[in-house]
């Protein structure tokens, strides 16, 4: 994978949408993790939409309880393990 994005930040909403729309204009493979705080920012109905088209798109299953009241997930639930295992995969990663 060309890119990974970690998302821990709920501030990343501003600044992911436009990321991942020069991603996806350049043509690079990418992925993105999300934890802590940063799992809220799938809430937003556009960004869930832009994370669809990951090659991988994981969220930290203990921080989505913590901070999302149990709503159903948009995408795969995971722990740190697969966090350390995408970071292994990606030749650069992009920390919000």
């Known amino acids: 994978m060309e890119l990974m994005y970690v998302v ?13 729309r020069a ?10 993790f999300f934890t802590g705080e940063g799992v809220a920012v799938l809430r937003d109905p556009e960004l869930a939409t832009l994370v669809a088209e990951a ?3 994981v969220v930290c299953e203990h921080s ?5 009241d149990g709503t159903p997930c948009p995408v795969e639930l995971g722990s740190q ?8 995969d990606a030749s650069k990663v992009i920390s919000l």
């Not at 989505?64 to 999302?68: I, Q």
């Open 8 to 20: 821990s930040s709920r501030d990343a909403q501003t600044l992911l949408p436009p990321l991942l």
């Open 23 to 32: 991603t996806r204009r350049r043509g690079a493979g990418w992925s993105v």
């Open 55 to 57: 090659g991988r798109a």
């Open 64 to 68: 989505w309880l913590r901070h999302c």
């Open 81 to 88: 393990t697969d966090h350390s295992a995408m970071i292994a």
